[in-house]
């Protein structure tokens, strides 16, 4: 079975965009742009595009901010190196310290949800000292709302309910 349908063309924008500036088709047509095309672009109206401002720096305003951002990473890394070396310093783990405020908790593990789009769940609970199945214990202790959480339904999957 043959398609028949005719094949589109696409071409850059920023050459479109030449052509409705200058208003001169031959631009286009040099480069193979059918002339029919060129003239619709030239009365076309320009559109609106969504871009990022990225778009709009040169080469130096991008290596300014390529330096920026390398800085304010190393500062980062350096303070976050320090923040684990204290905890390891102080002894200070989430294995060995009790959390039995709620609000507490929901702070602890919305920080963690935040992380997890930049860093693996095992690394975040690695670096803050929390195993895996206190951290999943937790997550599931608050998506429950009864307030007797001993009967919140499927803590554990493979549990049975116990009936009076």
């Given amino acids: 079975m043959t398609n028949n349908a005719p094949t589109l063309h696409r071409y850059d924008h ?3 965009h030449l052509v409705q500036t200058t208003g001169d088709v031959a631009i ?13 672009w030239r009365t076309q109206s320009q559109t609106e595009v969504v871009s990022l401002e990225l778009f709009d720096l040169n080469t130096t ?5 390529v330096v920026k951002l390398r800085r304010r990473i190393a500062t980062l890394t350096s303070l976050l190196r320090l923040v684990i070396v204290v905890f390891q310093v102080s002894g200070f783990s989430l ?26 769940l ?12 206190r951290y999943h ?7 429950c ?20």
């Fill in 14 to 16: 920023r050459l479109k």
């Fill in 28 to 40: 286009a047509t040099e480069h193979g742009v059918p002339a029919s095309t060129a003239r619709g």
């Fill in 61 to 65: 305003q991008l290596q300014h901010e």
């Fill in 95 to 120: 294995a060995r310290s009790r959390i039995s405020d709620g609000s507490d908790k929901k702070r602890l593990i919305r920080a963690i949800q935040r992380t997890r789009s930049h860093v693996p």
């Fill in 122 to 133: 095992r690394t975040t609970l690695r670096a803050l000292g929390l195993s895996r199945g």
């Fill in 137 to 143: 214990e937790w997550n599931n202790s608050e998506r």
């Fill in 145 to 164: 709302e009864l307030e007797d959480r001993s009967s919140c339904p499927k803590t554990l999957p493979h549990q049975l309910n116990k009936t009076k």
